[in-house]
Every structure is written in structure tokens, then in C-alpha cells.
């Protein structure tokens, strides 16, 4: 299952969230240069249990060495797809729970995930001489978040039959809930990461951001997230939004809504919406006019159900103003 977006919209920017994305692609290229010397960089700023458990082996390192990996292996990773497949994870699910938590808070709360991540790679995997690099931890910590959060949310995901592509709508309560069984299926049925992947840090970070995220909310608001706040919050909407219709009895008229924020009522705004009927959807253009208030209905001709006499009834749109 390869997850395409999900149904929440962030009311402000993931200024944190696309910050780490970027660090994440320089240092990746960073690290691809490193040429002949790269498995000699990976040992040094990955994260290796046995340089811990093993005085043989973390008498070669100093202090700072140490230290130093708990934080560089989440900012590391073993090739382009490792790269893709973990900041696009990102991308999805971390700016909802960067919009809950603020900027300031979502950083610490991503750093705690990949830290918490290791320390459980590291108690399932002793004496491991294997490094382990990669944000999936972290951002495994995210999608536990995100779990709490947003459970009931949607996530477009393609599923590829042979060669035929079929996106399907998945409740987030499943998706994530099948993607950490698979988890604990794999973690249990393996020894260390030798098959390349370090499970028992995607479980410990996914334990932990659930937890973590926990602690975080009942942790008064600091003054630095309102300011940010204030500093992010979009002006806009997505321009395409899914809108799924409904009527009542033999009415040939449907019904919707449409979200716009604020600054779109007040300038006017355009948007494509997308609506699903069947295995067909139809997108369609919408205009909205400057200076539209809280609960207007646009009018959108012929959009609606046949009646008996083989006219077309219309779809409203009910305007819906977003804080």
C-alpha cells in the first residue's frame, strides 16, 4: 500500500516539517559524496549498539562520536528510495501533527521519536555491530501521533494490481493499524536489522510518538507557537477538494460544501472539486466570488440527480469559512 494524501487539511504551513524534509535531502547528498569513504561515514554518524554495549569497540570513538549518532543516524539513509518512501511518510502525516503541536513543540517531539526509536533498536539489538540509519523511526513516532489524532481521517492510498493502479480511500485508524502489525509481524519473525531494516525501531517510535504525543498536550501552550502560529496560518485552502454530494427523497437537487478560509472570502477565490460517483469522478470548476459570506450556496447547473421528466437538478454548495 503506497499512501497518496490524506483528508485533513493543516490550517498553517509545516514550516518544521518541510525544514527536516530539507535537511534530510542535503545530507543525503552529502553523504552520497563521501565516495569510497561512505561505509567508514556511516559507521561513524549511524547508530551501532555494539559501540555502546561493547568497551572494545566504543574505545575507538570520543564522547562527542557518541552523542553525536543518537541525533545524525535519523538524518541519514541508505539510498534514493529509503529517502523517498521515508520523507514522503513525512510529508503526509507530519504537518497535521505539526499543526497541532506547533512548530516549536513538533520539533522536540520529532527529535524525542528518533532518539526513543534507537534506544529501542538499541535494547532488542545489543551487540549488534550493524549501523542503522534513517528517519523511519522518527517519523514512525508521526504516524503514532497522527493515529491519535486523526484516526477517522482518510488516506488515498494505491494498491497496484499486476499493472493497474487502484486508489482506494482507507480509514487511518486501519492503515496505520496494518502498517504497525506488519511491524511486529516482521520484528518478531527477524534477527536485528539483517534483512536491512531495523523494525524494532519503527515499533519503539511508533510506542513512543503515541506516548509522547500525550505528554505534549498537556503541556501548557508556549507564547513562541502562538507567535508562529499567527506567522503560518494559511491564507488558503487546498485548491482541490473532494465533495460528496447528497439529497433528499425525490429532490433533484444535491447538496455539499466548500471550505475556504477567510482571506478567499474576502478576495474571491477559484477551486476544482472532485466528485466521486461510483468508480467515476468528475471534477469541476468552481468561482467564488469576493465578498461571499458564511453559509452562501453556490449554485453549480445540472451538477444534480435526473428527475422524471428528464431535467437535471443543480448542486449547492454551502460555503464554509475556515479560522
Known amino acids: 500500500m503506497i499512501p497518496i494524501r490524506d483528508t485533513i487539511a493543516?490550517?498553517?504551513?509545516?514550516?518544521?516539517?518541510?525544514?527536516?524534509?530539507?535537511?534530510?535531502?542535503?545530507?543525503?547528498l552529502f553523504e552520497m559524496s563521501q565516495g569510497a569513504h561512505l561505509d567508514r561515514f556511516v559507521y561513524i554518524y549511524g547508530l551501532v549498539p555494539a559501540r555502546y554495549s561493547m568497551p572494545q569497540i566504543s574505545s575507538y570513538f570520543?564522547?562527542?562520536?557518541?552523542?553525536?549518532?543518537?541525533?545524525?543516524?535519523?538524518?541519514?539513509?541508505?539510498?534514493?528510495?529509503?529517502?523517498?518512501?521515508?520523507?514522503?511518510?513525512?510529508?503526509?502525516?507530519?504537518?497535521?501533527?505539526?499543526?497541532?503541536?506547533?512548530?516549536?513543540?513538533?520539533?522536540?517531539?520529532?527529535?524525542?521519536?528518533?532518539?526513543?526509536?534507537?534506544?529501542?533498536?538499541?535494547?532488542?539489538n545489543l551487540h549488534s555491530n550493524i549501523p542503522t540509519i534513517g528517519a523511519s523511526g522518527a517519523i514512525a513516532g508521526v504516524m503514532g501521533a497522527y493515529l491519535i489524532l486523526h484516526p477517522h481521517s482518510k488516506i488515498l492510498t494505491l494498491i497496484p494490481i499486476i499493472f493497474i493502479p487502484w486508489f482506494i480511500e482507507i480509514p487511518a485508524f486501519f492503515?496505520?493499524?496494518?502498517?504497525?502489525?506488519?511491524?511486529?509481524?516482521?520484528?518478531?519473525?527477524?534477527?536485528?536489522?539483517?534483512?536491512?531494516?531495523?523494525?524494532?525501531?519503527?515499533?519503539?517510535?511508533?510506542?513512543?510518538?503515541?506516548?509522547?504525543?500525550?505528554?505534549?498536550?498537556?503541556?501548557?501552550?508556549?507564547?513562541i507557537s502562538g507567535k508562529m502560529r499567527r506567522i503560518t496560518a494559511k491564507r488558503k485552502t487546498h485548491?482541490?477538494?473532494?465533495?460528496?454530494?447528497?439529497?433528499?427523497?425525490?429532490?433533484?437537487?444535491?447538496?455539499?460544501?466548500?471550505?475556504?478560509?477567510?482571506?478567499?472570502a474576502l478576495a474571491g477565490t477559484q477551486k476544482l472539486i472532485n466528485i466521486p460517483k461510483g468508480f467515476h469522478k468528475r471534477i469541476v470548476k468552481v468561482i467564488v466570488p469576493p465578498g461571499v459570506k458564511e453559509g452562501s450556496k453556490l449554485r453549480l447547473k445540472g451538477l444534480g440527480k435526473t428527475a422524471s421528466d428528464g431535467q437535471r437538478g443543480d448542486l449547492y454548495l454551502k460555503v464554509m469559512i475556515t479560522s
Open 239 to 264: 485548491r482541490l477538494q473532494v465533495v460528496r454530494p447528497g439529497g433528499l427523497g425525490k429532490d433533484p437537487h444535491l447538496y455539499g460544501t466548500i471550505d475556504i478560509t477567510s482571506f478567499e
Open 62 to 124: 570520543t564522547s562527542g562520536q557518541q552523542l553525536l549518532s543518537w541525533l545524525s543516524f535519523m538524518f541519514l539513509h541508505g539510498g534514493f528510495w529509503h529517502l523517498l518512501g521515508n520523507m514522503w511518510s513525512l510529508y503526509i502525516f507530519g504537518d497535521n501533527v505539526e499543526d497541532r503541536l506547533g512548530p516549536f513543540r513538533y520539533l522536540v517531539f520529532y527529535l524525542l521519536c528518533g532518539i526513543t526509536s534507537g534506544l529501542s533498536h538499541l535494547l532488542f
Open 175 to 223: 492503515f496505520l493499524g496494518f502498517w504497525f502489525v506488519l511491524q511486529f509481524l516482521n520484528a518478531a519473525g527477524s534477527h536485528g536489522n539483517i534483512g536491512g531494516i531495523a523494525w524494532w525501531a519503527h515499533i519503539g517510535g511508533f510506542v513512543f510518538g503515541i506516548v509522547l504525543l500525550k505528554i505534549f498536550l498537556a503541556l501548557p501552550k508556549t507564547g
Open 10 to 28: 493543516s490550517k498553517n504551513y509545516p514550516v518544521v516539517n518541510n525544514t527536516i524534509i530539507g535537511i534530510n535531502v542535503v545530507l543525503f
